[in-house]
């Protein structure tokens, strides 16, 4: 089985759409358009014909092109299964119970709520796309989920292999580190990673993809038993889930 070609597109004022293209099958989805000109911009730089649309979560900044692309490429529509009524021209729910193909692959849908209640995501081969419940040095806000219901949807990500390339739905990644580096200052692998991504952020260049790996040595949310963050936060003691709540409540207001 030959590669997928996976392509970032920007849009909004700091989104990420991404194409997914399998050129043996001869299919192309896009990842959560947030609005439809710039990834019909790319799959005409590209030459390629849209066959998919999936959406991770029912937010417009990651559904807001599906009509119009649904309308031009005829494409077919693929989201959570248990938001379909929030899912705007849904064709398809798929949850972890209902295997989805794309050509021959088999797509790996992860249920990952707390975001929203139906947040999923997409698991092709090594490239998982994450939505907005696993950023870069960050995760989601909880606006539909609690921060247990958060946990245990890191978890399952961080069972991914370390090699899993992590494609999410945000440039926060600046800001995600400045935050990560208030809990977690002699991280040596997080000074590193601030680097490069600050370099990276002064070139305009995008800080995506991560790996699955990098986030469980510098994401602050994948790392609630970090001495150093509960030392940082007064929780030593504390359970997972509350450090992680801790984090989660200080980020929204950082
Ligand atoms: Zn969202
Ligand atoms: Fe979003």
Known sequence: MTPLEIELVPCLSDNYAYLVHDAEAGLCAVVDPSEAPPVK????ARGWTLTHILNTHH??????GNLA???DFSAEIVGPGKDRDRIPGIDTGVDESTPWTFGGRTVTVLEIPAHTRSHIAFVFDDAAFTGDTLFAMGCGRL????PEM?????SKLM???????????????????RFALTLEPANAALVARMGAVEAARAAGAPTIPSTMGLEKQTNPF?????????RALGLEGAGDVEVFAE???RKDSF
């Open 159 to 177: 069972r991914l292999p370390d090699a899993t390339r992590v494609y999410c739905g945000h440039e926060y990644t600046l800001n995600n580190g």
């Open 69 to 71: 692309l649904k309308q």
């Open 59 to 64: 937010h417009p900044d990651h559904t807001g």
């Open 247 to 249: 984090m989660r409540r």
């Open 150 to 154: 958060m946990w245990t949807s890191l």
């Open 143 to 146: 606006f539909e989920g609690t």
């Open 222 to 230: 994948l790392r609630p038993a970090s001495p150093e963050i509960r």
């Open 41 to 44: 911009r790319a799959l005409a």
